[in-house]
Nanobody, 127 residues
């Protein structure tokens, strides 16, 4: 099974940028679709985007479209990245990546249950 470790979180001012990394080990990384999620204080964990196994399909939740970019490296680093630009205080949350290989889909549909999760990394955006 795959293990996931997120990094790159921190404190940033509104309008700033951060790049989160989700580093995978174990398993066959290219067999997993990867989702990015976040959980703000007092709220449920929500998906913000996902990338297919080969990286040829990416989807975003509406609130991050045009600001966040997901990319994937299946060869050199077995990692998925989340580039976050134009950050807003509302983006403050713990960010998680998750992996799933169970579906017949190319990219997991909304509501998909992911198999494996990282521990999360805190992102705080100050106003």
């Amino acid at each position: 099974q795959v293990q996931l470790v997120e990094s790159g979180g921190g404190l940033v001012q509104a309008g700033g940028s951060l790049r989160l990394s989700c580093i995978a080990s174990g398993g066959t990384f290219a067999s997993y679709a990867i989702g990015w999620f976040r959980q703000a204080p007092g709220k449920e964990r929500d998906i913000i985007g996902a990338v297919s196994r080969r990286g040829d399909s990416i989807i975003y939740e509406n609130s991050v479209k045009g600001r966040f970019t997901i990319s994937r490296d299946n060869v050199k680093n077995t990692a998925v990245y989340l580039q976050m630009n134009s950050l807003e205080p509302e983006d403050t949350a713990v960010y998680y990546c998750a992996a799933d290989r169970t579906g017949p889909w190319n990219i997991p549909p909304p509501g998909n249950e992911y198999e494996f999760w990282g521990q999360g990394t805190q992102v705080t955006v100050s106003s």
